[in-house]
């Protein structure tokens, strides 16, 4: 998802010009006003990204595969499913591999949104969970390892915010993933025994449509903050009209 970051920072030139003190994306940049701005900024984005791929130390910014994820919340309450969630030291794989296919971009009244539709082809994620809820009658109180394998992942990654003496500042970051198809394992024990841990992940990997529409929403609130800072370090440090002249 920080991909997006990447996609807007790269209208300042690959071989980039350093103007003093101020820091230089390694990106192609795209004339606003010109005819084809979209299928542009689509192109310096596919340059961009493998760019950003390891990280960009100079900005502190971090490797994108793999991507690491310390801690997130999530409180949800939905249907049958109500509970608190927490995954931690979560490592995701795969964002290497994503495929832009399209790219929006709009500047109205000083607000700059960006709109990159992406395609992963698979998205391996393993870490940490604590969970503490119940999922219809069976109550869930347990924590131990997971994975995800997800394939066919697209996300529009929205960002937007407004642009203030010529530095865009990112207020949203908004990315809700669908998955086609979504594997779950996990050792995690519940409390109660193995029998109700491995009906859970069942019924996550069987009813995971459902769950998605009713959690993603939620996780995508602590993610947009993340994100959010993610991308402003990119951005934070240069200049708007370079970037996107
Ligand atoms: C996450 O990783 C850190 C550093 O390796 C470790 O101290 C912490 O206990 C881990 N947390 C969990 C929940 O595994
Ligand atoms: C814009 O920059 C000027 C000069 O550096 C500074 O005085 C002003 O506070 C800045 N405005 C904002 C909103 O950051
Ligand atoms: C995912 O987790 C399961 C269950 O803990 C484990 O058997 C499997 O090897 C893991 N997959 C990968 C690719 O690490
Ligand atoms: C993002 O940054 C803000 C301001 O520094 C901070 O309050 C917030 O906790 C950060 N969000 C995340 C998810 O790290």
């Given at each position: 998802?920080?991909?997006?970051?990447?996609?807007?920072?790269?209208?300042?030139?690959?071989?980039?010009?350093?103007?003093?003190?101020?820091?230089?994306?390694?990106?192609?940049?795209?004339?606003?006003?010109?005819?084809?701005?979209?299928?542009?900024?689509?192109?310096?984005?596919?340059?961009?990204?493998?760019?950003?791929?390891?990280?960009?130390?100079?900005?502190?910014?971090?490797?994108?595969?793999?991507?690491?994820?310390?801690?997130?919340?999530?409180?949800?309450?939905?249907?049958?499913?109500?509970?608190?969630?927490?995954?931690?030291?979560?490592?995701t794989i795969g964002l290497?591999n994503?495929?832009?296919?399209?790219?929006?971009?709009?500047?109205?009244?000083?607000?700059?949104?960006?709109?990159?539709?992406?395609q992963i082809p698979r998205l391996f994620l393993k870490?940490?969970?604590?969970?503490?809820?119940?999922?219809?009658?069976?109550?869930?109180?347990?924590?131990?390892?997971f994975n995800i394998t997800g394939d066919d992942v697209r996300t529009?990654?929205?960002?937007?915010?407004?642009?203030?003496?010529?530095?865009?500042?990112?207020?949203?970051?908004?990315?809700?993933p669908s998955f086609r198809t979504f594997k779950v394992h996990?050792?995690?024990?519940?409390?109660?025994?193995?029998?109700?841990?491995?009906?859970?992940?069942?019924?996550v990997n069987?009813?995971w449509p459902?769950?998605q529409?009713?959690?993603v929403?939620?996780?995508?609130?602590?993610?947009?903050?993340?994100?959010?800072?993610?991308?402003?370090?990119?951005?934070?440090?240069?200049?708007?009209?370079?970037?996107?002249?």
């Amino acid at each position: 998802m920080l991909l997006y970051a990447l996609v807007s920072a790269f209208s300042v030139a690959a071989f980039g010009l350093s103007v003093t003190g101020e820091s230089i994306l390694p990106v192609t940049t795209c004339k606003r006003d010109s005819a084809d701005y979209s299928a542009c900024l689509k192109s310096a984005i596919e340059e961009a990204l493998p760019r950003f791929i390891p990280g960009l130390p100079e900005f502190n910014f971090p490797s994108l595969d793999p991507l690491f994820y310390e801690y997130g919340k999530a409180v949800f309450k939905s249907g049958d499913i109500r509970g608190e969630i927490i995954v931690s030291n979560v490592t995701t794989i795969g964002l290497e591999n994503t495929q832009i296919l399209d790219v929006r971009a709009n500047l109205i009244d000083d607000i700059f949104r960006l709109e990159i539709d992406t395609q992963i082809p698979r998205l391996f994620l393993k870490g940490h969970i604590s969970l503490d809820g119940s999922i219809s009658v069976f109550r869930v109180n347990s924590k131990g390892y997971f994975n995800i394998t997800g394939d066919d992942v697209r996300t529009t990654w929205d960002i937007t915010g407004h642009v203030v003496n010529d530095t865009w500042i990112i207020k949203h970051f908004r990315a809700f993933p669908s998955f086609r198809t979504f594997k779950v394992h996990s050792d995690f024990l519940a409390e109660q025994s193995k029998e109700i841990s491995d009906i859970v992940v069942s019924f996550v990997n069987e009813f995971w449509p459902a769950l998605q529409r009713a959690m993603v929403p939620l996780a995508s609130k602590e993610w947009d903050s993340w994100l959010t800072n993610l991308t402003n370090k990119l951005f934070s440090k240069v200049s708007f009209s370079k970037i996107f002249p």
